[in-house]
């Protein structure tokens, strides 16, 4: 007689199949098991509807190695990792691997947080500025060997050369005599050092002596008023006796100057004491240049 039909708590016993026995079903799951047959293939060879009954024949039996997938997860995780490294956003990594969020998350949580992306249009202006940047490079490129050739180009000045450009020098940036306001006297004002330096090297060539130089600070009160006069005597090589009282400027409020910062000096006033001759000198060589370009263009015209 064949034996009773297992039944315990798990009420097994009305899914076995025929007259076959837990046991004996359970020996031919393992022996599948071990062929390396799935669940799901065990379940069609032995006809058991029930998947559950099917995990409990083959329990404590390892699954076969071709229905393990680790690989699979590792791969997808390691992929995961690899396309937040590139700054993939969860979503666009959802979409490429098919994976859940959550699952994303727990593979990349240590990873740092990709910078957020940039739109087309700022790409677009982004690289943009960049051949701007480049543009601008070029041409101040351009610009600065056109200089260099052009300062090349000048050598040494003979004294009639510098003579010739203090005059003008000093005619479009000295004080002149007006009808309106009569006054012969010698006042070069600037805030370029070089100007300065140049105008100094011209009163040189002149025969100015330096005991005849004074000067003056004209510079903003708000700016570093100390600064500028050391700034200044050092320029010119004068000490404070030579200085006449700064000039001051009343700061407005509602100005938006330019001239600010730790390389604002102010302007320096250069004034020749006892300079009326030498003012008539320097009105009398500007008309004598300007009729001699006169007399050039004339003779030019013939």
């Avoid at 509807?49 to 680790?70: F, I, Y």
């Avoid at 940047?133 to 009639?160: N, T, W, Y």
């Amino acid at each position: 007689m064949n034996e009773p039909q297992r039944r315990d708590g798990d009420g097994l016993g009305g899914l076995l199949q025929g007259s076959a026995t837990y046991e004996q079903l359970r020996e031919k799951a393992i022996a599948l098991r071990r062929e390396g047959l799935s669940l799901r293939q065990i379940r069609d060879r032995l006809k058991v509807s029930n998947s559950n009954l099917v995990r409990r024949l083959v329990e404590g039996e390892p699954p076969p190695a071709w229905t393990r997938r680790p690989n699979a997860k590792d791969d997808l995780r390691a992929k995961a990792r690899e396309l937040r490294r590139e700054g993939r956003t969860y979503d666009e990594i959802q979409l490429e691997l098919g994976v859940s969020k959550g699952s994303i998350s727990l593979w990349v949580r240590d990873l740092p947080k990709p910078e957020p992306r940039r739109s087309r249009s700022e790409q677009a202006q982004l690289a943009g500025r960049a051949r701007w940047d480049h543009e601008l490079q070029v041409r101040d490129e351009e610009r600065q060997q056109v200089k260099r050739a052009a300062a090349e180009r000048i050598g040494e000045l003979s004294d009639r050369e510098l003579f010739l450009v203090g005059v003008g020098l000093y005619w479009a940036e000295g004080t002149k005599s007006k009808p309106y306001r009569m006054g012969e006297s010698v006042v070069f004002i600037n805030s370029d050092p070089d100007m300065i330096k140049m105008f100094l090297a011209w009163l040189g060539l002149l025969g100015v002596a330096r005991e005849r130089l004074r000067f003056r600070v004209q510079i903003h009160e708000s700016a570093d008023v100390p600064g500028a006069q050391q700034y200044w005597s050092d320029l010119v090589g004068a000490g404070p006796s030579a200085f006449d009282k700064t000039t001051l400027k009343k700061h407005n409020p509602k100005t938006v100057r330019k001239n600010t910062g730790s390389e604002y000096h102010g302007c320096l006033a250069v004034r020749v004491r006892q300079g009326a001759d030498l003012y008539r000198r320097i009105e009398g060589s500007w008309y004598g240049i300007v009729e001699a370009v006169v007399a050039t263009d004339d003779q030019m015209s013939v």
